[in-house]
């Protein structure tokens, strides 16, 4: 059998195996929608630190939910260091973009920052790509996104031009949002994941993941549980859930 479109390791414990080719399609615009708390920024900075670590992948974090120091803390309960691969290395194996502090006002000391348009995201990107040699990319969210350009119009042709280059750069992209955000899904996305949670009868949550759409690619089709661990997010590619398969 002969996959088309080429892989890598996620670096996710668990999700490559919700793949056929048993890898993570690379170089593509992926979705990863889910709400508060599920668990989207988690994954995306798991995917890429051990990307970094173990596939020599350098990464770029483009937070417009919180400040950088926030998630560098928040991510230490993990056991990740993120600030070591942002200063240890040269180029460095992740860089954090602070699109978070110029939209409420703050000052900030990051090395980067966006201001509050997109033509700057673009640029400071194309900047950091040029670096860094960065191939994965993290988007932390589109929701944010969409309070600091209101016209629909233009989000989706800023998304698509930076898909264009990204995709040019063999980038692997992941847009975290909270709904589907201006149809961005039906233009521009090569893929989506869901994250989400099931209430058992017995009132226990359990987190959940979904493969929803993934161009080029044959895939796992239904919910499966994962869970937040103390080192991060596990899948369980063999356990379903959802109505029928509640325990
Ligand atoms: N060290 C930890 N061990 C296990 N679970 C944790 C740990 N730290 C955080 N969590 C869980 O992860 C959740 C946060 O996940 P995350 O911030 O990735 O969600 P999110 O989808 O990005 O949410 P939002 O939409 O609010 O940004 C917390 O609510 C908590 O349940
Ligand atoms: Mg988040």
Redesign the pocket.
């Known amino acids: 059998m002969v996959y088309l479109i080429n892989g890598v390791k996620s670096g996710i414990p668990g999700l490559d195996k919700l793949f056929k080719s048993n890898e993570f399609p690379k170089g593509r615009q992926i979705l990863l929608m ?10 995306g900075i798991q995917f890429l630190i051990n990307g970094a670590i173990h596939s020599e992948e350098p990464g770029i974090f483009i937070t417009f ?1 919180d400040l950088p120091r926030h998630i560098r803390e ?1 991510m230490k ?2 056991g990740w260091n993120l600030k070591q691969l942002e200063v240890d290395f040269d180029p460095p194996l992740l860089t954090m973009v602070d699109g978070f502090s110029a939209r409420v006002g703050l000052t900030t000391d990051e090395q980067y920052t966006i201001r509050a348009n997109l033509d700057s995201l673009l640029m400071v990107l194309t900047e950091i790509l040029e670096e860094t040699g960065a191939t994965r990319v993290c988007i ?2 589109l929701s944010t996104l969409s309070t600091i350009i209101k016209d629909p119009v233009q989000v989706r042709k800023e998304i698509l031009t930076m898909g264009a280059i990204l995709g040019e750069q063999g980038c692997t992209t992941l847009l ?1 949002a ?1 709904h589907g955000e201006w149809g961005v899904e039906e233009y521009s996305s090569q893929g989506i994941i869901r ?1 989400s949670y099931d209430e058992l009868p017995s009132g226990e949550f359990r987190r959940a993941i979904l493969i929803q759409k993934m161009r080029g690619c044959e895939h796992e089709f239904g919910w499966r549980e994962f869970r ?3 080192d991060g997010i596990k899948i369980f590619p063999d356990r379903t859930v959802g109505r029928g398969h509640l325990k």
């Open positions: 889910g709400p508060p708390g599920s668990g989207k920024t988690v994954f939910d928040d309960s993990f932390d969210s975290t909270e994250l937040l661990t103390k």
